[in-house]
T-cell receptor, first 109, second 114 residues
Framework: GQNIDQPTEMTATEGAIVQINCTYQ??????LFWYQQHAGEAPTFLSY??LDGLEEKGRFSSFLSRSKGYSYLLLKELQMKDSASYLC??????????WGAGTKLIIKP | EAGVAQSPRYKIIEKRQSVAFWCNPI?????LYWYQQILGQGPKLLIQ????????DSQLPKDRFSAERLKGVDSTLKIQPAKLEDSAVYLC????????????FGPGTRLTVL
């Protein structure tokens, strides 16, 4: 079966750095997406990785290792507005997105 | 550029009633998706359209759910009759139409079935 695993909840302090991990087992691989979802709102696109390595976009970076079935989202200089759920999704061989349950990130002052 | 529009934003109905949701994708986007998201879970794909044709509806409970995209633009999702377990947020997303395109989501409709 297809499976995406990510921690249910994480807590971090304002101004700090946090890494949210995602491991996956899917039928084929056509890229990995990270989305941010604030409570009661729709998911918004953060990043897309299809090749191994690190993609940096401002305070957010995303890393992919296809051989390990592993990705992480790195958030630097945390702000209170970063409190949200972070969803990892993998595009399988049929170009369908397989979604994780999301990691709820709580930022404390 | 306008985003994905959905209505209504909230709906409360009693079980066995029917309900319909509407979605208008980003202009020019050929692919439209309907997802169901239960609290604390990731989105679950219900149906995917490419223009006005169905690409995937394998997880759509066809005994009670139906969806259409007649002119390849707007789409409606209907539930009839609703069950308690249908309480969820129904998200519509669209993408330009390429295989690995990013999906852009609307604000969702929060359905409560009593």
């Amino acid at each position: 079966g297809q499976n995406i695993d990510q921690p249910t909840e994480m807590t971090a302090t304002e101004g700090a750095i946090v890494q949210i991990n995602c491991t996956y087992q899917t039928s084929g691989f056509n890229g990995l997406f990270w989305y941010q979802q604030h409570a009661g709102e729709a998911p918004t696109f953060l990043s897309y990785n299809v090749l191994d390595g690190l993609e940096e976009k401002g305070r957010f970076s995303s890393f992919l290792s296809r051989s390990k079935g592993y990705s992480y989202l790195l958030l630097k200089e945390l702000q209170m507005k970063d409190s949200a759920s972070y969803l990892c999704a993998v595009m399988d061989s049929n170009y369908q997105l397989i979604w994780g349950a999301g990691t709820k990130l709580i930022i404390k002052p | 550029e306008a985003g994905v529009a959905q209505s209504p934003r909230y709906k409360i109905i009693e079980k066995r009633q029917s309900v319909a949701f509407w979605c208008n994708p980003i202009s020019g986007h050929a692919t439209l998706y309907w997802y169901q998201q239960i609290l604390g879970q990731g989105p679950k794909l219900l149906i995917q359209f490419q223009n006005n044709g169905v690409v995937d509806d394998s997880q759509l409970p066809k005994d009670r759910f139906s969806a259409e995209r007649l002119k390849g633009v707007d789409s409606t999702l209907k539930i009839q009759p609703a069950k308690l377990e249908d309480s969820a947020v129904y998200l519509c997303a669209s993408s330009p139409g390429g295989d690995a395109d990013t999906q852009y989501f609307g604000p969702g409709t929060r359905l409560t079935v009593l």
